[in-house]
């Protein structure tokens, strides 16, 4: 099990409730749609300053709020998510703009370094009816495939898009994009502070 400062089994489980939604007024009942995140996206940006987490300066972990013991993770090169310590599991949001973000992944620090050069989050775009994935890149702050938005909710949990395509967990293809129309965004994370991320991660 990593020692990443992951929500504990119990949290997730109590923030699960049988894979419930929260609106974006952070209560219970109906699922937030992607409208209502959009909205509260562009209300937190004009009212609310920044969270520590989403400043750049700072290295998290990132946990789906419906998972039990799962962490995300860039593992060979695609984001899925893991139960243990492999992959790359401390990420560093770096703002673009008021709203979007460059997502950086690292492993842990060690003394080489290649430890220290970025995977950045990219969306990958299969052929055919596959879903969109999320692939580990070189670093580009004007590729609109790299620039993420990050949806503070009201509940401190955060939703995750890419041009109105959510982050979502699918039972059959694991973490996945999908442009949600009317359905419910049943996936939100939580961004878990792992310290200053090292000036070399900036």
Aim: proline share 7%; hydrophobic share 40%.
């Amino acid at each position: 099990m990593s020692k990443l400062k992951w929500v504990s089994g119990a949290a997730a489980v109590a923030f699960a409730g049988a894979a419930m939604a929260y609106t974006a007024t952070g209560t219970a009942g109906a699922a937030t749609t992607p409208t209502a995140a959009a909205a509260q996206s562009k209300t937190v940006a004009q009212s609310k300053p920044r969270p520590a987490v989403l400043s750049g300066k700072r290295q998290v972990s990132i946990v789906r709020v419906q998972a039990f013991e799962s962490a995300v993770s860039m593992l060979n090169g695609h984001l899925t998510e893991v139960d243990d310590d492999s992959g790359r599991q401390l990420f560093v949001p770096t703002p673009v703009s008021r709203t979007q973000y460059v997502i950086k992944s690292y492993g842990r620090p060690t003394n080489d370094p290649a430890s220290l050069e970025p995977s950045c989050w990219q969306v990958s775009r299969p052929a055919g009816s596959d879903p969109l994935t999320v692939e580990g890149a070189a670093c580009d702050t004007g590729n609109p495939r790299q620039r993420f938005t990050i949806t503070v909710l009201a509940d401190k949990t955060y939703a995750i898009d890419n041009a109105s395509a959510y982050l979502q967990y699918s039972p059959t293809r694991g973490l996945i994009l999908e442009e949600l129309g009317d359905a419910p965004l049943l996936s939100t994370f939580r961004l878990v502070d792992n310290g200053p991320a090292p000036a070399a991660r900036r």
